[in-house]
């Protein structure tokens, strides 16, 4: 009993002397956005190292860390009104504030959370939010409406939503999906397994050297750019109604190439092959090397160039 | 209590076996604690056993657009409830997504007449095998394959299409019932994002009334109102949290 009460005593400490930690360090940025007014808010609670947190923010911005303890520190400049709480276990937790009075309230705060690294963590903010993620290695899933959402580092899954915020991700998720409507979405990395899907915001992918196992990129109107390789045997769908396709593969890509367009033009400068006019479409179909990758480009009128980095 | 639950497409993920060893993990155990999710997964299981039971090609009956029609109207005559004095409001809201719901139909029931449903299907119906037609020769068989195959994929699509408007007029009214609790900024996204969408809809539609067999064109019509349900759904949910 003793021992336990010791144990829960250091706990305690540790959350206390963490929090502090934390407020610290953070008091001159969160100083610096002195665009939000309203009064500090803060706390900690226990939270299992691969444990599930859920944070809201109705209007405003949340950072995200991740670090090596097993617990969550809270810091934060509130709206007036607004009130930070907490619900649930160590298990799967839940953090936010939120407007008693008012739950639409639309005035911003600004939040930043210290998570476990390998917890799930699901944020959750409306309009003119910005999202910073970094060093959270478990799964994130990010939803905002308008703003920003950035990620720095490659959590195990990543799903991002939003519908009118630009989405840049650095770094290479397992798994991800990334959803704007008229967002710009930016990825600097090479996940195995990757979505992106925009109505008319442009989508960018540098995935440097490293392989994608399983990429598809879509929009309507956004013009969509990809600079990389997929992998060996992998698949890279790239789909448009009027945006624009430009791919830049990397010198060493072996990959079985098929593009249709009904109404673009077709650019090839990978190899000799020119796109064949049928009765309905243009089709360009080859081989780079020795083919085994599949890169798939279908767009209705958007122009298709492909090209070596 | 779970209250966030797994998309559709993750599931199906999961059902074909593509997720991550993590992914897969998580999502098991997501779907042991989640009645909710569990319903679905099954849904979806049913769902795709009944496509991977359905023929793969479906001879369509000569009446095949009456009956379409007949089913159009029958939606087109949705009863909307008059005001009777002072609306409360969730009346007013319920009257007014019953409303869209029955413009919407019969928006999509003009579409479908204007831009060439019917024509579509009178088109796939009179492209028969030129062996039905009596025409024995055997220069025709590759046309023939050719014309039954994108009759079949013509077919397909036009009653897809029908759900497709269907779906996404019921989240449209979905939608219009929670105009009142969204930022106007973010109405207007949705709203210019949806004109987006269906402007590229009516575009390639005016292309496949031209060139009904074009199997790429009608790929690009599916995933294109695959793309208007994902945006109207993410926009009903926009409201959804806690």
């Known amino acids: 009993m003793s021992v336990s009460a010791s144990a829960a005593r250091r706990r305690t400490i540790a959350l206390v002397g963490a929090f502090a930690a934390l407020a610290l360090s953070s008091a001159p940025a969160l100083a610096q956005r002195a665009e939000v007014k309203g009064y500090p808010v803060g706390g900690g609670r226990a939270l299992d190292a691969d444990g599930s947190l859920r944070i809201f923010v109705l209007n405003g911005s949340v950072r995200v860390t991740g670090w090596s303890r097993d617990s969550i520190a809270v810091v934060g400049v509130a709206a007036p009104g607004q009130q930070l709480f907490f619900g649930g276990t160590r298990r799967a937790m839940k953090v936010g504030l939120w407007d008693r009075s008012d739950p639409s309230a639309q005035l911003p705060s600004r939040v930043e959370v210290r998570v476990p690294a390998g917890s799930r963590v699901w944020v959750k903010t409306g309009y003119e939010a910005e999202v910073d993620v970094s060093g959270v290695t ?49 990825l600097h990395g090479a996940p195995e397994d990757v979505g ?12 440097g050297r490293g392989p994608v196992a399983r990429g598809r990129f879509e929009s309507v109107t956004g013009d969509v750019r990809f600079t990389g390789a997929p992998a060996r045997g992998g698949t890279l769908d790239f789909d448009t109604h009027s945006g624009a396709v430009d791919i830049r593969l990397a010198a060493t890509v072996d990959a079985d190439v098929d593009v249709t367009t009904v109404a673009g033009t077709v650019d090839n400068a990978l190899s000799a092959a020119r796109p064949a006019a049928d009765m309905r479409n243009q089709r360009l179909t080859f081989t780079i090397g020795d083919g085994g990758a599949r890169i798939g480009v279908r767009t209705f009128k958007g122009a298709v160039r492909l090209r070596r980095e | 209590m779970t209250t966030t639950h797994i998309s559709v497409e993750i599931l199906g993920d999961y059902l074909d076996g593509v997720l991550s060893d993590g992914a897969r993990r998580d999502v098991a155990a997501h779907l042991a604690a989640c009645a909710e999710c569990g319903r679905r997964l099954e849904a979806l299981e049913r769902l795709r056993a009944h496509a991977a039971a359905a023929p793969r090609a479906i001879a369509p009956p000569d009446d095949l657009w009456p009956a379409i029609r007949a089913a159009i109207a029958e939606r087109k005559t949705v009863a909307v409830p008059r005001a009777a004095g002072a609306w409360r409001r969730p009346a007013a809201l319920a009257a007014a997504a019953l409303l869209i719901a029955a413009v919407s139909s019969l928006a999509t029931w003009r579409i479908a007449r ?43 699509y036009v ?32 709203e210019r994002s949806l004109r987006t969408i269906d402007d590229a809809i009516a575009e390639a539609r005016a292309a496949l009334d031209r060139d009904p067999g074009n199997q790429a064109l009608l790929q690009m019509l599916t995933a294109t109102h695959e793309q208007r349900l994902d945006l109207l759904r993410r926009a009903t949910h926009i409201q959804s949290g806690a």
């Open chain 1, 196 to 207: 992106v899907s925009t109505v008319s915001g442009a989508i960018v992918v540098d995935a």
């Open chain 2, 159 to 190: 009653t897809l299409e029908r759900d497709y408007d269907r779906t996404a007029a019921e989240l449209r009214a979905t939608l219009e019932a929670q105009r009142a609790t969204l930022a106007p900024a973010t109405v207007a996204t949705v």
């Open chain 1, 138 to 186: 478990g799964g994130l899933d990010l939803n905002i409406v308008g703003g920003r959402v950035h990620v720095v580092g490659s959590p195990r899954e990543l799903n991002v939503e939003a519908m009118d915020g630009d989405v840049e991700i650095e770094g290479s998720p397992a798994w991800l999906r990334a959803k704007s409507a008229t967002g710009r979405v930016t």
């Open chain 2, 114 to 156: 204007t831009r060439g449903g019917a024509e579509l299907v009178a088109t796939a119906a009179s492209s028969r095998p030129a062996s039905a037609r009596g025409d024995t020769s055997r220069d025709t068989n590759s046309k023939t394959n050719r014309d039954t195959s994108g009759r079949s994929a013509l077919l397909r």
